[in-house]
């Protein structure tokens, strides 16, 4: 029998979790470049969650998904530190580069001064802005050095 076809307005979130686990388990396993590790970078005051770095490590790369600061404490640096230790902690588990996708919208100028360069556009998306694509290339750790055990 043919798998019958919808449309799902709302798809479940534990169907939509099992998709990407699989996804993520079959790019793992073609690629043989071991284990994906999460990466999360946390701000918190008084115990409220203020500020997150969160991604994931993986063949020499890391890639974030996404980067929040509180309305209250944005432009006072809360950002840029924890894009900074997000990318410590992936040069730490021996990473050459980190990816991100952003929309211009959303302070295309913070990640360009802090050496990002755009690697892929993509027009119109949102309708009246574009998509962006960024690269940073992190500082390769000395011949013969290995990233600290965990």
Known sequence: MEPGIRVVARPRPEDLAFVQ????????????????????????????????????????????ESLWVHADLRQRGLGARLLT??????????????????????????????????????????AGSDAIWYRKHLPRPPPGSRPPAR
């Open 85 to 126: 230790a997000a990318e410590s902690e992936a040069a730490r588990r021996g990473c050459h580069q980190v990816v991100l996708f952003s929309h211009w919208i959303q302070a295309p100028s913070f990640y360009e001064h802090r050496g990002y360069e755009v690697v892929g556009r993509v027009e119109e998306y949102p």
């Open 21 to 64: 686990a699989l996804i993520r388990q079959e790019t793992l396993a073609r690629a043989g470049l071991g284990e994906d590790r999460d990466l999360g970078i946390e701000a918190r005051r008084h115990g409220e969650l203020v500020g997150a770095c969160y991604g994931g490590t993986w063949g020499g790369t890391c890639e974030l």
